[in-house]
């Protein structure tokens, strides 16, 4: 069963580890697309010329808040192993009958946009890898599925690209009035 600070999950989320409610606890996951006048709108701090800069900003990108999977379209990714690296392959996580029902609607979503896609009982039998997962409950009562990835990431032989803190990037541009962030729930899944 999760354990977790009582702070850390929202009360719905807490109940379904703690009773076993599913079904009305977990939500169905749709990422549905922004609507971006009401967003904008409700942006109380900005002035009405703000507000309307900024929603003339974002519909340069309507590809961003659609609600979708994106696609890399940089060059060619690949991860290279070090020398010696060998298969592995370890069979699924049981998923316990509490929460099974979550599991299976946010795989099913995961399908429906790209992100996973079923294997064949063939596939699954050639196949070398296999890495098993669990469910984290979000705060918002949805489920977020993780794949125990640190075996393989010991495997990897790593590039010596190291990425700037947001920090000394946000303090090394200038000239802007306000700033802002954006949670791209999905972007880690695109590569």
Known sequence: ???????????????????????????KVVHEPANLPELVSKLDYLSTAQKAAL??????????????????????????????????????????????EAYEVEVERQCAIGLLRKLTAKEVELNDWAFPAFGVPKKNCKIRIVAELWKVNNMIERSEFHIPAIEDTLTSIKGFLFATGIDLNMGYQAL
């Open 55 to 100: 929603l003339a900003t974002l519909a340069e990108f309507p590809q961003i808040l659609e609600g979708k999977k994106g696609d890399w379209k940089g060059e060619e990714i690949s991860i290279h192993l070090k020398e010696g690296s060998k298969p592995y392959y370890v069979k699924a996580y049981p998923i316990p009958l509490l929460q099974q």
């Open 1 to 27: 069963m999760f354990q977790a600070e009582p702070s850390v999950l929202g009360e719905k989320a807490k109940e379904v580890f703690l009773t076993g409610s599913t079904k009305a606890v977990f939500k």
